[in-house]
């Protein structure tokens, strides 16, 4: 099993990134998939999740009407692209995914599979 996120860097405040995750080694559709992330000297935090079939989305209020989850499980790919971005958003974001029935904002604590985190640094 690998979940491999790229995308991440430096940004300038109000800018904007997009964010993927490559997934591998199980049944990528089967599986809710979210992003977290992780500022220093903080707990991971729930940023956005998507069902296994699209139909159903859900942010952190922090984030919402600025970042967008999508997936193609054609391509076994869940991406965030993330705009107006904000200096409090510097943070090590994780990709993750759980076999189970969706539910928004679910714990970390239940997500199966997590990616290897990309760096984030919203900065001027």
């Known amino acids: 099993v690998q979940l491999q996120a790229s995308g991440g860097g430096l940004v300038q405040p109000g800018g904007s990134l997009r964010l993927s995750c490559a997934a591998s080694?199980?049944?990528?559709?089967?599986?809710?998939m979210a992003w977290f992330r992780q500022a220093p000297g903080k707990e991971r935090e729930f940023v956005a999740d998507?069902?296994?079939?699209?139909?159903?989305?859900y942010y952190a209020d922090s984030v919402k009407g600025r970042f967008t989850i999508s997936r193609d499980n054609a391509k076994n790919t869940v991406s965030l692209q993330m705009n107006s971005l904000k200096p409090e958003g510097t943070a090590v974001y994780y990709c993750?995914?759980?076999?189970?029935?969706?539910?928004?904002?679910?714990?970390?604590?239940?997500?199966?599979?997590w990616g290897q985190g990309t760096q984030v640094t919203v900065s001027s």
């Open positions: 080694g199980f049944t990528f559709s089967a599986y809710v």
């Open positions: 993750a995914a759980g076999n189970f029935f969706y539910a928004p904002a679910r714990s970390r604590d239940e997500y199966d599979y």
């Open positions: 998507i069902s296994r079939s699209a139909s159903r989305t």
